[in-house]
């Protein structure tokens, strides 16, 4: 039976620190929010067989090694989202093409290889009510173009409870 998965690319503690920082512009809007899991989605799959991707997703990481992204701007989502732009090159892009040599048909139209829409970046905020132009304002501010790196990979399905990892597989 077909489910909703997402494989992502989780990122080492050096560089959620960096988004900590550009996040922390939020205080100055008195916006709570809750710490950061960074990460940059592979892939969004609908109705897909978990256990398929699940197996296929174990050869895809076999032998590869943890890997640096460079990221480059702080952007607005057509979602509602602000987001950390990483760049669309070297192994993130090459890993993607490669991933999504199968099961693409599967996935979102924002995930799809075939529809050209994919753009690699960690969500910082997202709202349909706050003033994100001031917000993205004052993380422009805080923000550098900095190196990140890549140190795992992860499988997840949804469910009512929000997301369950079904594997992690450690890069380093």
């Not at 943890?66 to 480059?72: C, G, H, K, P, S």
């Not at 070297?90 to 799809?112: A, R, V």
């Not at 190196?147 to 949804?158: C, D, F, N, P």
Request: charged fraction near 25%; aromatic fraction near 14%; hydrophobic fraction near 35%.
């Amino acid at each position: 039976m077909g489910k909703e998965a997402y494989t992502i690319w989780v990122l080492d503690e050096k560089t959620n620190q960096e988004l900590e920082r550009v996040r922390k512009a939020l205080e100055v809007f008195n916006i709570e929010y809750n710490p950061i899991y960074g990460h940059i989605t592979l892939a969004s799959f609908i109705d897909v067989d978990i256990d398929e991707i699940l197996e296929y997703t174990k050869r895809f990481a076999e032998g590869k090694r943890a890997f640096d992204i460079n990221f480059l701007s702080i952007g607005l989502l057509p979602s509602y989202c602000l987001a950390c732009i990483a760049s669309t090159s070297g192994k993130l892009l090459k890993y993607y093409e490669e991933y999504h040599q199968q099961f693409d048909s599967y996935c979102n139209i924002w995930t799809k290889a075939s529809s050209e829409l994919w753009l690699p970046h960690v969500s910082l905020y997202y709202s349909e009510t706050e003033d994100l132009g001031s917000i993205i304002g004052e993380m422009s501010k805080r923000f550098a173009q900095f190196k990140g790196r890549v140190v795992r990979i992860e499988l997840s399905v949804s469910d009512e409870d929000g997301f369950n990892i079904i594997y992690s597989h450690s890069l380093e």
